[in-house]
């Protein structure tokens, strides 16, 4: 079956250090990679995505995700954190031949100052 | 540009009660997405659509009913509301299938 795994439901960081929030994804073929991310009572914003070319995306804010094909990820990353990147953050994956995406069930990301 | 917009904000139904869940986007684009989100369980496909008069289902369809008669709206039907039913609800719609998706502000639907 086809899905977008994010192992850690939260990660914590200090304001000013890098983070890294994982994803890791099972799909047939080429996929295309995108991160969300939602604060409290909003709908989903796009971040970034990976359709094909360097493997390293860069997005909204500062973010960046690094695509990793031998070891099926996309994980995303922060050189420095704000505490106003606190929120939810969603990894998403559209399988080949499909108009749909599968999303990850959400790293919540909690920057203290 | 209001981007995609939803009504109503905030709904408490009974049990066995119906409604419409209203999305609509300023965007012209040709696809949109019924989500819902439960906690910790991310969010689920209701249904979706590929442009106006085409619908097709997503991972959990059922209890739900849609329509596409435009490209601007694309109402989300709940005929007989269940408990199960409690959740947040997302529109979105995109520009194409390799694109990202645009959010609404989602609605709170409670059934008691």
């Known amino acids: 079956a086809q899905s977008v795994a994010q192992p850690e439901d939260q990660v914590n960081v200090a304001e000013g250090n890098p983070l890294t929030v994982k994803c890791t994804y099972s799909?047939?073929?080429?996929?295309?990679l995108f991160w969300y991310v939602q604060y409290p009572n909003r709908g989903l914003q796009f971040l970034l995505k990976?359709?094909?070319?360097?493997?390293l995306v860069k997005g909204s804010y500062g973010f960046e995700a690094e695509f990793n094909k031998s070891q099926t990820s996309f994980h995303l990353k922060k050189p420095s954190a704000l505490v106003s990147d606190s929120a939810l953050y969603f990894c998403?994956?559209?399988?080949?031949?499909?108009?749909?995406?599968?999303f990850g069930t959400g790293t919540r990301l909690q920057v203290f100052p | 540009n209001a981007g995609v917009t939803q009504t109503p904000k905030f709904r408490i139904l009974k049990i066995g009660q119906s409604m419409t869940l209203q999305c609509t986007q300023d965007?012209?684009?040709?696809?949109m997405y019924w989500y819902r989100q439960d906690p910790g369980m991310g969010l689920k496909l209701i249904y979706y659509?590929?442009?106006?008069?085409?619908?097709d289902k997503g991972e959990v369809p059922n209890g739900y009913n849609v329509s596409r008669s435009t490209t601007e709206d694309f109402p989300l039907r709940l005929e007989l509301a269940a408990p199960s039913q409690t959740s947040v609800y997302f529109c979105?719609?995109?520009?194409?299938?390799?694109?990202?998706?645009?959010f609404g502000p989602g609605t709170r639907l409670t059934v008691l």
């Open positions: 979105a719609s995109s520009s194409g299938t390799y694109n990202e998706q645009f």
């Open positions: 998403a994956v559209r399988p080949p031949n499909t108009d749909k995406l599968i």
């Open positions: 965007m012209n684009h040709n696809y």
């Open positions: 659509s590929v442009g106006a008069g085409i619908t």
């Open positions: 799909v047939s073929g080429n996929p295309y």
């Open positions: 990976y359709i094909t070319g360097d493997n």
